[in-house]
């Protein structure tokens, strides 16, 4: 099983300031990556698959970068709809994993 | 656009067998070109992959749950299930079904979610 590990945990982050989170796969997962973005009581909603192609509807403001094992979601300056939480999955071998989340809280 | 509703019921008591449906509108449930997935993810914590169906055929399980899960499809109903077995505390979870396109294994999109608590 491939292990997904994020960090850090959690950052605070003002408006406006860019945030970079990082996702660290065990092994390769080529770019079968994706990222997704939850909000307390909802379901997450995808952001980036192909580990840096935006899904429909994402803003811009929101890039996915790495291939291999080291991979990055950074949020160019943010919105107040942004401090969430946020996952990688990687979708390369059985069984699918993700990682343990980021938390982008109000700093 | 594909959308998931997910239903059944909130509590379960331990032994027995969670039970919970996907309806799919706005796609077939037949379709070769999407795939249809159940997550959980327990109170507080990250999330987890149970399962996922193929054209309506191929079955893919996590291995920490599949000698206790069944993912199947009723191309009657559109919809898709889940059962668990001999449920204990530890699988009380927010359950989500989702979708994603075929031979791409993420998830999108996803059903509304369903908290199941197990206890007697």
């Known amino acids: 099983e491939i292990v997904m590990t994020q960090s850090p945990a959690t950052l605070s982050v003002s408006p406006g300031e860019r945030a970079t989170l990082s996702c660290r796969a065990s092994?390769?997962?080529?770019?079968?990556l994706a990222w997704y973005q939850q909000k307390p009581g909802q379901a997450p909603r995808l952001l980036i698959y192909?580990?840096?192609t935006r899904a429909t509807g994402i803003p811009d403001r929101f890039t996915g970068s790495g291939s291999g094992t080291q991979f990055t979601l950074t949020i160019s300056s943010l919105q107040s709809e942004d401090f969430a939480v946020y996952f990688c999955?990687?979708?390369?071998?059985?069984?699918?994993?993700f990682g343990g989340g980021t938390k982008v809280e109000i700093k | 656009q594909l959308q998931l509703q997910q239903s059944g019921p909130g509590l379960v008591k331990p032994s027995e067998t969670l039970s919970l449906t996907c309806t799919v509108s706005?796609?077939?449930?037949?379709?070769?070109?999407?795939?249809w997935g159940w997550l959980r993810q327990p109170p507080g914590k990250g999330l987890e992959w149970i399962g996922s169906?193929?054209?309506?055929?191929?079955?893919y399980y996590n291995p920490s749950l599949k000698s206790r899960v069944t993912i199947s499809a009723d191309t009657s109903k559109n919809q898709f299930s889940l059962k668990l077995s001999s449920v204990t505390a530890a699988d009380t979870a927010v359950y989500y079904c989702?979708?994603?396109?075929?031979?791409?294994?993420?998830?999108?999109?996803w059903g509304q979610g369903t908290l199941v608590t197990v206890s007697s």
């Open positions: 192909g580990a840096s």
């Open positions: 169906l193929y054209y309506f055929a191929s079955t």
């Open positions: 989702a979708s994603g396109p075929t031979y791409f294994n993420w998830f999108d999109p």
């Open positions: 092994q390769s997962v080529s770019s079968n």
């Open positions: 999955q990687q979708y390369n071998n059985w069984p699918l994993t």
């Open positions: 706005g796609g077939s449930i037949s379709s070769t070109s999407d795939y």
